[in-house]
């Protein structure tokens, strides 16, 4: 259990992700680094052999020192892009991301606000889902101030 699920197919590449919709007095926790000026979900990558689900608890463990239980699934979200990290830039990433809602301890605190994503270090940010600050995906500014108890099921195409 230790392949990504990352595929290279031609010129592009797919990806199977997940990531947590951490809730606290109206802020979103996302995570961010030097290299881009935006912010995306706590998570990661599936690994071949693990579920959604626990791979968004063991993602959530990674980044922030804390045990956290998946409440339900809130969101699939079909998205084409071009990369934009220097090992992926300007190729065409296909990727399908589950978003969960997580059971947030009243308490929840991170263990560290940073932690390192390979050589990257990456910072988690409590960002206010009314802010001006840029985030993915970006339903969330709308999609999360109505939760619902469907799955929602989104595309964003930007080839």
Same mark, same amino acid.
């Given at each position: 259990?230790?392949?990504?699920?990352?595929? %290279?197919?031609?010129?592009?590449?797919? %990806?199977?992700?997940?990531?947590?919709?951490?809730?606290?007095?109206?802020?979103?926790?996302?995570?961010?680094? +030097?290299?881009? +000026?935006?912010?995306?979900? *706590?998570?990661?990558?599936?690994?071949?052999?693990?579920?959604?689900?626990? /791979?968004?608890?063991?993602?959530? $463990?990674?980044?922030?020192?804390?045990?956290? !239980?998946?409440?339900?699934?809130? &969101?699939?979200?079909?998205?084409?892009?071009?990369?934009?990290? @220097?090992?992926?830039?300007?190729?065409?990433?296909?990727?399908?991301?589950?978003?969960?809602?997580?059971?947030? @301890?009243?308490?929840?605190? @991170? *263990?560290?606000?940073? $932690?390192?994503?390979?050589?990257?270090?990456?910072?988690?940010?409590?960002?206010?889902?009314?802010?001006? /600050?840029?985030?993915?995906?970006? &339903? &969330?500014?709308?999609?999360? !101030?109505? @939760?619902?108890?469907?799955?929602?099921?989104?595309?964003?195409?930007?080839?």
């Amino acid at each position: 259990m230790s392949q990504d699920m990352t595929v %290279n197919v031609d010129d592009g590449i797919i %990806n199977i992700r997940v990531g947590a919709i951490i809730l606290k007095n109206g802020k979103l926790l996302m995570a961010g680094n +030097s290299r881009e +000026s935006y912010h995306y979900t *706590v998570g990661g990558r599936i690994k071949f052999g693990e579920t959604a689900k626990e /791979a968004v608890e063991r993602e959530v $463990f990674e980044e922030t020192g804390v045990h956290m !239980k998946a409440d339900r699934l809130g &969101f699939i979200h079909e998205n084409y892009f071009r990369g934009d990290a @220097p090992s992926n830039m300007g190729k065409l990433i296909y990727e399908i991301d589950y978003y969960f809602y997580m059971t947030v @301890p009243e308490d929840f605190d @991170p *263990v560290s606000m940073t $932690f390192m994503e390979g050589d990257n270090e990456e910072k988690l940010t409590w960002v206010d889902l009314e802010g001006e /600050a840029p985030y993915y995906p970006e &339903f &969330f500014r709308t999609e999360l !101030k109505v @939760p619902s108890d469907e799955v929602r099921f989104f595309t964003t195409d930007e080839r």
